[in-house]
């Protein structure tokens, strides 16, 4: 929640606004005001002067809000990119871990050729594709 500046100087001249005032005049003729009563004074009302802010004052608040509006915006759009790529990452993270077992299983793994057929991949090829995957596995996967 945002409690704008008006909002605040009113909150604290508040009690101030509602004191009584008294005006009395001494045996020399000077005039007093106090906060208490006292023979022969006389209450004042007193208002509360309105300030008004200035163009620039107005233009220099407004520019100071769409900063931070757009800083807000921006943390925003980081924080869901942060989430998107945090998904992705354990996404990721789960299909590599899903192959490394079916690789340890064992078994014949092959791929198609542009003919359309079977080539089956080597031993070798295979522990080349089980280090790999351990290798992301442990480098982006806590």
Same mark, same amino acid.
């Given at each position: 929640m945002r409690i704008t500046p008006i =909002?605040?100087?009113?909150? =604290? =001249?508040?009690?101030?606004a509602t004191a009584e005032i008294y005006r009395w005049v001494d045996?020399?003729?000077n005039v007093h005001f106090d906060s208490r009563s006292r023979?022969?004074?006389?209450?004042?009302?007193? /208002?509360?002067?309105?300030i008004e802010r200035d163009e620039a004052t107005r233009v220099r608040?407004? /520019?100071?809000e769409r900063f931070f509006d757009a800083r807000r915006q921006e943390q925003q759009a980081a924080k869901q990119a942060a989430g998107e790529w945090r998904v992705k990452r354990e996404r990721a993270c789960s299909e590599w871990k899903?192959?490394?077992?079916?690789l340890s299983e064992g078994g /014949?793994?092959?791929r198609e050729d542009?003919?359309?057929? /079977?080539?089956?991949?080597s031993d070798e090829e295979i522990g080349a594709t089980r280090r790999q995957l351990a290798s992301r596995i442990g480098q982006n996967c806590s």
């Open positions: =909002v605040l100087v009113a909150f =604290v =001249v508040s009690p101030w045996a020399q003729g023979p022969g004074a006389e209450q004042v009302e007193v /208002r509360p002067q309105v608040e407004a /520019r100071t899903q192959q490394l077992s079916q /014949r793994y092959f542009a003919k359309g057929e /079977r080539v089956y991949y």
